[in-house]
């Protein structure tokens, strides 16, 4: 099932990211008439405007994973530097403060960060602070296992500085889990980006976003459906299978933890 969900979520980003090169038409122009139904010369049919459903679904990704990726990188970095200092040192305040954030309702403070700030910046920020407090918990349990190991012990005893073995034998310790949680953080991103933009609180490109598509579309998906349903469709095959993939990641990692 992971390798399925592995392989799934491969063909997703390339053919997202290969995307606004195989759109047969241009995205942000209106080519038949509004929500025409799918046929011959428009597979997916037509959208809001008329513009083609498929071109826009094939252009409309790779913005929405640029951003959700940036998030979740930011997401994991700071999460992950958190919890390399609770793991080494311990820090009740810090551990506080990331308990603290976990018991926020995760779209509340994405709602008043769009407001305040712009789309792709509040679905950055909204992922740092939904995310982040998990990646900490997770990195300082690894740590705090992984710092008393021979080989970190050793490391110690040779005078090294804190800093020097947390990133010479810590962090190599525990790449696995690193990546199997940016995996889980650009999940949480996506969700918030669509959210968001389902919302109507975030701008779109002029070559579509899925979520927007969402949208647009929700009044004519009875002439329509596959205007819809086409990109629903792409944004829960892409998150459950990053999901199922980051999950089986670190239940991996932490097996080899373990052993």
Known sequence: MSRVSLALGAVLVVVTVLGPALA??????PVT???????????????????????????GGRHLLAVSLMAAALATLVGALGGLAVGWRGSRAL????????????????????????GDAAVVAATVLAGAPLTLGVIRDVTAGVRERGY????????????AVLLREVLPAM????????????VTALQ?????????????PATGDWAV?????????????????????????????????ARTGLRHAFGTENS
């Not at 509004?34 to 252009?59: F, K, Q």
């Not at 002439?223 to 993939?245: E, G, K, M």
């Open 33 to 59: 008439a509004p929500w025409t139904e799918s046929g011959a010369d428009h597979l997916l049919g037509g959208d809001v405007l008329g513009r083609d459903v498929l071109s826009r679904l094939l252009a």
């Open 192 to 204: 918030l980006a669509s959210a968001l933009g389902v919302l109507g609180v975030t701008d779109a």
């Open 95 to 118: 551990t506080a403060s990331a308990d603290l954030l976990l018991a926020v309702p995760v779209l509340l403070p994405a709602l008043v960060l769009a407001v305040s700030l712009p």
């Open 24 to 29: 047969p038409y241009d995205p942000a122009a």
């Open 152 to 163: 970190v012990r050793a490391a110690r005893l040779r005078g090294e500085s804190a800093v």
């Open 213 to 245: 598509m969402l949208r647009e579309n929700l009044a004519g998906a009875a002439l329509n459906p596959a205007a819809l349903a086409a990109p629903a469709l792409l944004l829960a095959l892409l998150s459950s299978a990053v999901a199922i993939a």
């Open 175 to 186: 790449a696995g889990v690193l990546a199997a949680d940016l995996g889980l953080r650009f």
